[in-house]
Structures are given as structure tokens and as C-alpha cells.
């Protein structure tokens, strides 16, 4: 059996571009595939491909799941990968969307294959996004870091040639296997605040959902994306200020985020797992006490 089941075979596209998300551990605070999802729904994007698990999971750690469809049959849903079409005729090209969990296993062959499917369907740009904990604060802008394998890119939009060194992900040996290739690639990143990692990031979900629109040239109607990350930053900030340990280590980030010479010593950071507590106590805290209004 092949590892890229179709469904069927699009045609027609317009000078395309597959822009690919993987939960896991490219997508801190779920701001990458978040905003993939979005992106996705908002221009109504169908699947045409998916990817068969077998060959590219470990099941003991990326497992699957069971569910009751009607209350009694049990319906098993393997970590499948899959592959979506957006039609976009108000802009010069239209999009091709992967997302899924990010693979266990033979990345080489699972890069190959996005790589055979992207030369099927006439890519000219893949663009990975992803999202990584950083020393930041949660009320300032979200800062996007744009690589690119692309000079006209680098030039255009601003981004760099990339200088990372260091441990990657499938998104790494994604833009290798496309240099490798020929085809033109970049890569987006969102810093998401690592004192709030085990939230949901919709503030970064929508910095990456605009940089995308610019580097593809698609725009998405982001309203309620918009309105999910003021309420984000609100209740954030609710939580930081009900901890003065929290709130001084953030307004320590905050004068760094306006002086880059700023460092925040290691000593001064407060532990993570106690950051973690008390912003899940003080959610659970919030919803008690939404749940008694009337």
C-alpha cells in the first residue's frame, strides 16, 4: 500500500503554494496548527490526500484513538496526516494545506514523499510554520522569525537566510529535503511566551495567519481569530497579576522586550512548573466562577 492515499486528483491549480503544520514539538502553545486549522476553515478547504500512519508512527507514543459515534459503536482514528486544497480565485495563487501530528519515524522517506506530492501538483513555494517557547512577554507583539532558502524572499519580505544551529524538527529536514530539490522554501516562527506553554496560543495562531497572508498573497478573514487572542491576552494578564512573583518576572520581560541588550538572569526566572500552577488554578478558578452567572 502507498504511504499517500488520494482521494482524488486536483487540477487547475493557480501557481500553488502547500504550506504545511505538525503538532508537536514544532507548535508550542498549538499556535502552528491552530493557525493552519484556521487558515483551512476560512477559506474552505477540502481534503483531497492523506497519509497513511503505518510507516511514519510510533503508536506507543503518538497513539491511536477510540470514540463512541452513536453512544455505542466504538470507531478507532489513527494519527493520520492530511492533505487539503483551498481555492482562492481573488488572489493570484491558491493553497495547498498539510497538518497533522509531526512523524516518529523515517523522515527522509516521509520528506521525499511531501516532496513527490508538491512536484505532482506544481508547487512553486512550500512554506512550513511553527512555534517555539521563548523568553517573551504575552503583552507585547508576537515576534515572527521568517527563514527562507529563497533570496528574492529574503529580500522581499524581509527574512533571513537562516543561522540556527542546533536540535530541529520535521520542518528542518523538510526545507533541507526542498533545497535539495530545487523547490523554493521558508519557514515561519512564532515566540510564544513559555510561561503560558501549556495554553493554547491564539495571539500567535494570528501572527503567523497574517505573515502567512504576505508571504502567499491570500487573505483570510481573521475576526474571530482576532477576538480569541484579545481574550487570551486578558486572561493571561488576569493570571501574571495574581501572582507577584509572575507579574515581576513579566514586567522584567517586558523592559527587556524594549532594550535587546536586556538579559534576564536564569536565577531570576520563577519555576516553570509553578508558573504551570498557578495558571491552571486560576483558569479552573475563572470557570467556576463563569459557570455561576446567570
Not at 478547504?45 to 500512519?53: E, G, K, L, Q, S
Not at 494545506?97 to 509531526?102: D, I, R, T, Y
Not at 523522515?107 to 521525499?112: G, I, S
Amino acid at each position: 500500500m502507498q504511504p499517500l492515499i488520494w482521494d482524488r486528483r486536483p487540477d487547475g491549480l493557480r501557481a500553488p503554494a502547500l504550506v504545511c503544520a505538525f503538532k508537536g514539538w514544532n507548535d508550542a502553545g498549538d499556535a502552528a496548527s491552530a493557525a493552519l486549522s484556521f487558515v483551512g476553515a476560512g477559506l474552505g478547504a477540502t481534503r483531497f490526500a492523506r497519509v497513511d500512519p503505518e510507516e511514519f508512527f510510533d503508536f506507543q507514543s503518538t497513539r491511536p484513538r477510540i470514540r463512541l459515534t452513536d453512544g455505542r459503536t466504538r470507531e478507532l482514528s489513527w494519527p493520520e496526516i492530511d492533505v487539503y486544497e483551498a481555492r482562492v480565485p481573488r488572489a493570484p495563487r491558491d493553497l495547498i494545506l498539510l497538518e497533522g501530528p509531526e512523524p516518529s519515524m523515517r523522515w527522509r522517506a516521509f520528506c521525499r514523499l511531501v516532496v513527490d506530492l508538491a512536484e505532482a501538483l506544481g508547487i512553486q513555494l512550500v512554506v512550513t510554520m511553527g512555534a517555539l517557547l521563548a523568553d517573551v512577554p504575552h503583552s507585547r507583539p508576537v515576534n515572527i522569525t521568517g527563514l527562507s532558502s529563497d533570496a528574492e524572499l529574503v529580500s522581499r519580505l524581509g527574512l533571513t537566510a537562516g543561522t540556527y544551529e542546533g536540535p530541529t524538527g520535521i520542518t528542518g529536514v523538510l526545507h533541507s529535503a526542498c533545497a535539495q530539490a530545487g523547490l523554493p522554501s521558508a519557514s515561519l516562527w512564532a515566540s510564544v511566551p513559555h510561561y503560558v506553554a501549556a495554553a493554547p496560543n491564539p495571539k500567535a495562531a494570528l501572527a503567523l495567519v497574517r505573515k502567512l497572508e504576505r508571504l502567499v498573497g491570500v487573505s483570510v478573514d481573521a475576526s474571530e481569530l482576532e477576538s480569541a487572542a484579545a481574550d487570551y491576552e486578558r486572561q493571561v494578564g488576569l493570571a501574571v497579576q495574581s501572582d507577584p512573583d509572575v507579574q515581576a518576572f513579566v514586567e522584567r520581560l517586558e523592559r527587556a522586550a524594549e532594550d535587546e541588550q536586556s538579559t534576564i538572569a536564569p536565577e531570576d526566572v520563577p519555576s516553570g512548573d509553578l508558573i504551570a500552577r498557578e495558571f491552571q488554578r486560576f483558569l479552573r478558578q475563572r470557570g467556576r466562577e463563569g459557570g455561576g452567572r446567570s
